[in-house]
């Protein structure tokens, strides 16, 4: 069995996609590994790019786009490795961050699952999120956390076939944190290892207009919440959004021709359609 599945989603990636593949094989030396593509009906040359430059990648290509949970668990379905790695395409993989994560789950049989330092381009380090959870992404020794961002995310292969794949009903956003959540509630640690490091550019993953990005992460907020919290929480924050929508949309319509991003107005709009009739999965 090999070490490693690397299992990336694209979608009209091209610009960012050679240089993801191109950093893996240049970076990983000690483990061995696959990459498995699986392509949500790009309209660009992602895939001509992939089989002219990196012949050694197996493709799965959609007939349409699924999503970011949906095409992760096909390639989930079929990777042969001790570990799976859910990999951004819009990432760079530096010098022996992968070799590092591996190596690191072979020494805590406890580790359910890891990820690495993600950076920003400039190198700085990116924040994966929550309020007072600073000091664990600043730490220079692995720490234990209660959640990791799928930007890259290695799971144990004993883990998956405990906790299952990643819940389809989130399209996008919101999915790594409830995947990381069940696999604590099943028992498994997750480690943040920052002695491996990954850049991550953000933004290109699903590629999708920025609204419909935004409109997908307050729906895979809203699941969230409904799913993990309970009926009574999920209707406190669905009406708190509501509250807090209306004004916004007073503002932005009032402010609307002076906006750069006329879409903005649209997506508060399409936000509180989906929040007042409680539209938690995407139809």
């Known amino acids: 069995m090999i070490d490693l599945s690397i299992i990336i989603v694209n979608y009209n990636g091209e610009k960012l996609l050679g240089d993801c593949l191109r950093s893996i094989y240049n970076s990983t030396g000690k483990i061995s590994f696959e990459i498995i593509l699986v392509d949500n009906h790009s309209s660009d040359n992602s895939l001509r790019l992939v089989k002219e430059q990196f012949p050694r990648v197996t493709i799965l290509e959609n007939e349409e786009n699924l999503g970011f949970c949906k095409a992760n668990n096909q390639g989930l379905k079929v990777y042969h490795g001790r570990y799976a790695l859910l990999l951004n395409n819009d990432t760079i993989v530096k010098e022996k961050a992968l ?66 794949l990643l819940d389809e009903n989130f ?46 992460g307050f729906r895979g907020g809203l699941y969230f919440c409904k799913k993990h919290y309970g009926l009574i929480a999920y209707q406190l924050y669905r009406w708190l959004v509501v509250l807090l929508l209306l004004p916004a949309i007073l503002i932005t319509a009032l402010a609307y021709p002076w906006l750069k991003n006329k879409e903005k107005l649209s997506a508060y709009i399409e936000i509180l359609r989906i929040f007042c009739k409680g539209e938690s999965r995407r139809v």
């Not at 994966?128 to 956390?145: D, E, M, N």
């Not at 930007?151 to 883990?159: K, W």
């Open 171 to 216: 399209f996008f956003s919101n999915d790594d944190l409830d995947y990381t959540r069940r696999i604590v509630k099943a028992g498994w640690k997750i480690y943040f290892v920052p002695q491996s490091e990954v850049v991550h550019l953000g933004g290109y993953t699903i590629n999708l207009f920025r609204k419909e990005i935004f409109i997908e």
């Open 99 to 164: 070799d590092r994560l591996v190596e690191f789950m072979d020494a805590h049989p406890g580790a359910g699952a890891c990820g690495p330092k993600l950076l920003n381009p400039d190198g700085t380090v990116q924040h994966q999120g929550g309020i007072f959870a600073r000091r664990f992404w600043l730490s220079p020794k692995p720490v234990t956390v209660n959640y990791l961002i799928a930007a890259c995310l290695l799971v144990r292969r004993t883990t998956i076939d405990q906790v299952g």
